[in-house]
């Protein structure tokens, strides 16, 4: 079980980023997977009177502050107005609404867990990671780094004019994903590019970047070779939830959809 | 630490330790609606509201609520009775375990959604797991009560009856 020894709720940045440096400290964000975790804290760094709560959208990109939560994600005029329904498909699966009210974005995506739909779909797009002492890293990056003594303080997705889709498939309802595939295409320095996302491998969400022109009006035979090399570019492993293989052979199947829906909705 | 909130409309002052959980504090106060279900922050039998919001109160450390307003069944008796007389006329109920939980966010539900179809009923309800029943009993029951919602003439005439 969990144990903590001082809880503090931070009154400046200064202050979390200064206390988080001992060993035994722990920022907290929704407590969701913390506390189930077996850890002794001297510590526990509470974020939420900092404003780290709001999703601010400006002229270049939309910066969602770590404490928002993941249900604020789902409601998101913003998200919803660039990239339609996506991320509130990529959270609306998580648990229920009690939990997605409580469990935060700064949480999901600092604990890079293999299993976070939010990983997953936010790594599709250009989104960055702002970091008190790291300064502000492409999430691409960030995701292979080990977890350090920082403090996590925003995620900014540059905003474009990219589709999105996301799609995962659950054994049954909130349960944890056996594979989640965001899909996102634009234009890159003037090359049509397509963005795959791939998580719950059961491994954390990889990105694979790929200079394909599909035609709009590719036939199904087509798109389904196309999502056959796009998901064979990952590495897939087995747990209780699936084997390899059969994940492999969905993450096809959900990559497929979302590039046939993409191309409909441009036809 | 001493916290200081409020429950269920009334300010409260408590000594709790830093890993105190809000679903314990909340049971010491006498909230004996709150109840734990499963351990892994799954279930959605110890929901209650923060700041109206419908959380879990497994998952909050108590010293969090520190400057906000908690709502337990407690703290909604009349409407909780009203929602609960109509899950009881559909039979929904076996043990009656998940109920506070459920009621709680079923409460929620209608502050936040105007007229929600079976669908959004179902998503919003899906974090409030029963073990005994199939679930069919509770959308009966938020059906019908959502047709008294509406109707308020039958309501007099239940009223006068």
Same mark, same amino acid.
């Given at each position: 079980?969990?144990?903590?020894?001082?809880?503090?709720?931070?009154?400046?940045?200064?202050?979390?980023?200064?206390?988080?440096?001992?060993?035994?400290?722990?920022?907290?964000?929704?407590?969701? &997977?913390?506390?189930?975790?077996?850890?002794?804290?001297?510590?526990? =760094?509470?974020?939420?009177?900092?404003?780290?709560?709001?999703?601010?959208?400006?002229?270049?990109?939309?910066?969602?502050?770590?404490?928002?939560?993941?249900?604020?994600?789902?409601?998101?005029?913003?998200?919803?107005?660039?990239?339609?329904?996506?991320?509130?498909?990529?959270?609306?699966?998580?648990?229920?609404?009690?939990?997605?009210?409580?469990?935060?974005?700064?949480?999901?995506?600092?604990?890079?867990?293999?299993?976070?739909?939010?990983?997953?779909?936010?790594?599709?797009?250009?989104?960055?990671?702002?970091?008190?002492?790291?300064?502000? =890293?492409?999430?691409?990056?960030?995701?292979?780094?080990?977890?350090?003594?920082?403090?996590?303080?925003?995620?900014? !997705?540059?905003?474009?004019?990219?589709?999105?889709?996301?799609?995962?498939?659950?054994?049954?309802?909130?349960?944890?994903?056996?594979?989640?595939?965001?899909?996102?295409?634009?234009? !890159?320095?003037?090359?049509?590019? &397509?963005?795959?996302?791939?998580?719950?491998?059961?491994?954390?969400?990889?990105?694979?970047?790929?200079? &394909?022109?599909?035609?709009?009006?590719?036939?199904?035979?087509?798109?389904?070779?196309?999502?056959?090399?796009?998901?064979?570019?990952?590495?897939?492993?087995?747990?209780?939830?699936?084997?390899?293989?059969?994940?492999?052979?969905?993450?096809?199947?959900?990559?497929?959809?979302?590039?046939?829906?993409?191309?409909?909705?441009?036809? | 630490?001493?916290?200081?909130?409020?429950?269920?409309?009334?300010?409260?002052?408590?000594?709790?330790?830093?890993?105190?959980?809000?679903?314990?504090?909340?049971?010491?106060?006498?909230?004996?609606?709150?109840?734990?279900?499963?351990?892994?922050?799954?279930?959605?039998?110890? +929901?209650?509201?923060?700041?109206?919001?419908?959380?879990?109160?497994?998952?909050?450390?108590?010293?969090?609520?520190?400057?906000?307003?908690?709502? +337990?069944?407690?703290?909604?008796?009349?409407?909780?009775?009203?929602?609960?007389?109509?899950?009881?006329?559909?039979?929904?109920?076996?043990?009656?375990?998940?109920?506070?939980?459920?009621?709680?966010?079923?409460?929620?539900?209608?502050?936040?959604?105007?007229?929600?179809?079976?669908?959004?009923?179902?998503?919003?309800?899906?974090?409030?797991?029963?073990?005994? +029943?199939?679930?069919?009993?509770?959308?009966?029951?938020?059906?019908?009560?959502?047709?008294?919602?509406?109707?308020?003439?039958?309501?007099?005439?239940?009223?006068?009856?």
């Amino acid at each position: 079980m969990l144990t903590i020894g001082n809880y503090v709720k931070a009154k400046t940045l200064e202050e979390a980023y200064e206390l988080n440096q001992a060993r035994n400290s722990r920022v907290m964000g929704g407590m969701m &997977w913390m506390r189930l975790g077996n850890a002794k804290v001297k510590t526990v =760094i509470d974020l939420s009177g900092l404003g780290l709560d709001k999703i601010e959208e400006s002229d270049n990109v939309i910066k969602i502050g770590a404490m928002c939560t993941l249900r604020q994600i789902e409601e998101s005029e913003a998200l919803r107005n660039l990239y339609g329904d996506g991320f509130a498909e990529a959270v609306r699966h998580i648990v229920g609404v009690q939990f997605r009210n409580q469990a935060t974005v700064g949480g999901s995506i600092y604990g890079r867990f293999g299993f976070s739909d939010v990983l997953t779909a936010f790594l599709a797009l250009d989104t960055f990671v702002e970091l008190y002492d790291g300064g502000t =890293i492409h999430l691409s990056e960030f995701v292979k780094r080990k977890p350090d003594k920082d403090i996590l303080l925003s995620i900014i !997705v540059r905003k474009s004019k990219r589709k999105f889709r996301y799609e995962s498939i659950r054994q049954t309802k909130t349960d944890f994903p056996v594979i989640a595939c965001a899909v996102v295409t634009g234009i !890159v320095h003037g090359q049509e590019t &397509w963005f795959f996302s791939v998580g719950a491998r059961p491994m954390k969400a990889e990105l694979v970047d790929k200079a &394909w022109e599909i035609p709009r009006d590719a036939s199904e035979e087509m798109i389904a070779e196309y999502a056959r090399k796009a998901a064979s570019e990952f590495t897939y492993g087995t747990n209780m939830r699936g084997s390899a293989q059969y994940r492999r052979h969905l993450a096809e199947v959900l990559i497929r959809r979302e590039i046939s829906s993409i191309l409909a909705e441009e036809r | 630490m001493e916290i200081q909130f409020i429950l269920n409309k009334k300010q409260v002052t408590a000594e709790v330790g830093a890993d105190t959980v809000l679903l314990g504090l909340l049971r010491d106060l006498g909230c004996k609606s709150v109840k734990c279900g499963c351990e892994t922050t799954n279930c959605g039998l110890c +929901t209650v509201w923060i700041d109206g919001k419908s959380r879990l109160s497994c998952s909050v450390l108590a010293a969090a609520v520190d400057g906000h307003e908690v709502t +337990t069944m407690e703290g909604v008796k009349e409407e909780a009775e009203e929602f609960g007389a109509f899950l009881a006329a559909e039979g929904a109920e076996q043990c009656g375990f998940c109920s506070p939980g459920f009621i709680m966010n079923v409460l929620a539900m209608f502050r936040e959604l105007e007229d929600p179809d079976i669908e959004e009923i179902k998503e919003y309800l899906a974090g409030n797991l029963c073990r005994c +029943t199939g679930y069919m009993g509770q959308l009966r029951a938020i059906k019908k009560y959502m047709e008294k919602r509406k109707s308020p003439v039958i309501k007099v005439r239940e009223v006068r009856g």
